[in-house]
């Protein structure tokens, strides 16, 4: 099993800043990618970044050049967001897949952008 708790998410005003952090416990040295989703109401979830455990980055082309993912070991990843937009408001959620078991969820952290 793996746990993944969020943190970091608030109110801002579009143009600034938020970081995002993902704690992972658990079975943690077999995770092969973790990555960033968001859900806005109304919408689908959707993979924001992600985060390979060679270290190789993907980003939705809507955040590109804003955010940033990155992880400092295994146990924890984050997220970077600048220039933040009103249409980046959404509850982002931490995920963790392992190989051949399957992927585990955080229980999200709002963020929202004021315009």
């Known amino acids: 099993q793996v746990q993944l708790v969020e943190s970091g998410g608030g109110l801002v005003q579009a143009g600034g800043s938020l970081r995002l952090s993902c704690a992972a416990s658990?079975?943690?040295?077999?995770?092969?990618?973790m990555g960033w989703y968001r859900q806005a109401p109304g919408k689908q979830r959707e993979l924001v970044a992600s985060i390979t455990r060679d270290g190789t980055r993907n980003y939705a082309d809507s955040v590109k050049g804003r955010f940033t993912i990155s992880r400092d070991n295994v146990k924890t990843m984050f997220l970077q967001m600048n220039s933040l937009k009103p249409e980046d408001t959404a509850v982002y959620y931490c995920?963790?897949?392992?190989?051949?078991?399957?992927?585990?969820w955080g229980q999200g952290t709002q963020v929202t952008v004021s315009s």
């Open positions: 658990g079975s943690i040295s077999s995770i092969y990618v």
């Open positions: 995920n963790a897949y392992r190989q051949f078991v399957g992927s585990y």
